[in-house]
């Protein structure tokens, strides 16, 4: 008789698991319909040439650079994944350039903004995706006279300043690759790398000045 409860109640249990699972099935899916877009959080690393005089200059510094973004839409082989990532860094004027420097010798401390609008192509690899970016970045860029220079320097600010928006210097062509892991609840959490090709310095004349490699983690919730 003590079985047949044991067995009787393990059916019970197993009916009602049953039933739970597809109630959250349905309800996930019901959430999968109505939300189709997912927000991102970067965190990289980044390095960014200077090919200006390092007698005078900082040497190409290393950034890190969080950001965060978003997914539209998520649930498409194609999608539209705007993205804005910030830090700040130090500037100095020299021989009509603003050029990276170090905090012995700044003359501007600056804010920075990259914002990022590309094209994103997926491939699914079973419970992996393996994701290629490319699309325009701009390099939103605001410098202050930094602590402890003179007033004479504030020109120099002035003129930091202009250089960052002419001869479109805030202009990138940024491509890259992500490799995405599924995880519980609908998140996803993999490495990934960028470049960015600076064709402001190049219709300046200045190479490959100010190019960005960025590398680290994203998280998709």
């Known amino acids: 008789m003590e ?40 965190f990289p690393t980044s390095f960014y040439l200077n090919t200006g005089d390092k007698k005078h200059s900082a040497p190409s510094p290393i950034y890190f650079f969080p950001g965060i973004g978003c997914v539209i839409p998520n649930d498409f082989w194609i999608s539209f994944q705007p993205g804005l990532n910030f830090n700040y860094s130090y500037y100095l004027w020299y021989e009509g350039r603003a050029l990276p420097a170090e905090i012995e010798n700044r003359t501007a401390t600056t804010l920075s903004f990259m914002l990022d609008l590309p094209a994103v192509f997926a491939v699914s690899l079973g419970n992996t995706k393996l994701e290629l970016n490319v699309g325009p970045s701009i390099l ?47 998140t996803k959490f993999g490495p990934f790398i960028n470049f960015y090709l600076p064709l402001g ?3 300046a004349k200045e190479k490959m000045n100010g190019m960005i490699l960025s590398a680290g983690l994203k998280v998709t919730l």
């Open 3 to 42: 079985k047949r409860k044991v067995i009787l109640f393990a059916v019970l249990l197993c009916l009602f698991a049953n039933s739970l699972a597809a109630q959250t099935t349905e309800a996930e899916s019901e959430t999968s319909d109505n939300r189709r877009v997912d927000f991102t959080f970067k």
């Open 201 to 203: 310095s190049l219709i």
């Open 140 to 186: 939103i860029r605001y410098g202050w006279k930094s602590n402890g220079t003179s007033e004479q320097e504030f020109e120099d600010v002035t003129r930091i300043n202009n250089y960052f928006w002419s001869n479109a210097r805030f202009l990138y062509i940024a491509s890259g690759l992500s490799w995405m892991f599924d995880l519980p609840f609908g």
